[in-house]
């Protein structure tokens, strides 16, 4: 049974510093793509960043809103994959639930930002920034 499990979310001000992270579980994940999205109240999934994992061809997309500010990492070892999301200078416009995402295989970069690339799913982390 394939298990995607994010932790360290919380409460921050404005300009501070919060560190996500995911942990997958049940099955290889050699070829797959790890990625976070998040889902403001009223508000349709938003991909935040995405880490492929190719050995050492992998590389990281982020979406425009957290270009400069979110830095995703991910693990090695593929049998146990673990991705993090380092958020820096939070803006209230971040507060959303956070969600992390793996695919069973690599998603091409065109498609990287598409909820629907992706077949396992974290129950969601809770970031607020307050002003």
């Known amino acids: 049974q394939v298990q995607v499990v994010e932790s360290g979310g919380g409460l921050v001000q404005a300009g501070g510093s919060l560190r996500l992270s995911c942990a997958a579980s049940?099955?290889?994940?050699?070829?797959?793509?790890m990625a976070w999205f998040r889902q403001a109240i009223g508000k349709e999934r938003e991909f935040v960043a995405a880490?492929?994992?190719?050995?050492?061809?992998?590389?990281?997309?982020?979406g425009d809103s957290v270009k400069g500010r979110f830095t995703i990492s991910r693990s090695s070892d593929s049998s146990k994959p673990t991705v993090e999301l380092q958020m820096n200078n939070l803006e209230p416009a971040d507060t959303a639930t956070y969600y992390c995402?793996?695919?069973?295989?690599?998603?091409?970069?065109?498609?990287?930002?598409?909820?629907?690339?992706?077949?396992?799913w974290g129950q969601g982390t809770q970031v607020t920034v307050s002003p």
């Open positions: 995402a793996a695919s069973e295989n690599m998603v091409i970069s065109s498609q990287i930002d598409r909820p629907d690339r992706y077949d396992y």
């Open positions: 049940g099955r290889t994940f050699s070829k797959s793509t």
């Open positions: 880490s492929k994992w190719s050995g050492i061809l992998g590389s990281v997309n982020y």
